[in-house]
């Protein structure tokens, strides 16, 4: 059965903590390929201080260009509404049927607030979770969280794995304003899309 991952995220702008993870995952989790999923309008982020979702999609592109197994995905932007989640994993099974077994990638903070979904449980039922950490983060809130009902009897769905990176799409769009360099940690094509396109000056 194909192994597919779905890395979701505003990507505000996509960075290389980004393609890190999605690597590391696909390689632990012996994924056949990842789909890079933007999402269009987020319930849990201020969209008035997010850039416009094409710039978005076209900053996915660019970061993942030529890199093999990793495909960029228009379902959520394309979707009226709110962009949750558990849609967006129904709407993939209706597309892949029984063929393939889904994993959702993301960070410990975004696992942390799932009870607070919409559908959590049913999300539990569409797929696996493959949960990225940076350096140092303290998973004490995460061990609480899943030593209760309802998730204490989904912790085997729920994967954590240690990365090396700790880079921020917050920290790289103040630096991006106050004018210091970000190349280090952002894709120098993305880069240079941000600087054309003058994104996070004010």
Known sequence: MKRIGILGGTF????????ALAAAAKEEFALSEIIFMPSGNPPHKNIDKVVDKE??????KLAIKNKKDFSPSRLELDREGFSYAVDTFNDLKKKYKRKVKLFYIMGLDSINEILSWKKPL???TLCEFIVGTRPGTKVRTFKRLVKFPPLEKEVDKIHLMELKEDISSSDIR???KDGKS???????TVLNYIRKEGLYDT
């Open 12 to 19: 505000n702008p996509i960075h290389n903590g980004h393609l």
């Open 55 to 60: 710039h978005r999609y076209d900053m996915v």
């Open 122 to 124: 049913e999300l539990f």
């Open 174 to 176: 103040k630096k991006i």
């Open 182 to 188: 970000v190349l280090k940690v952002v894709p120098k």
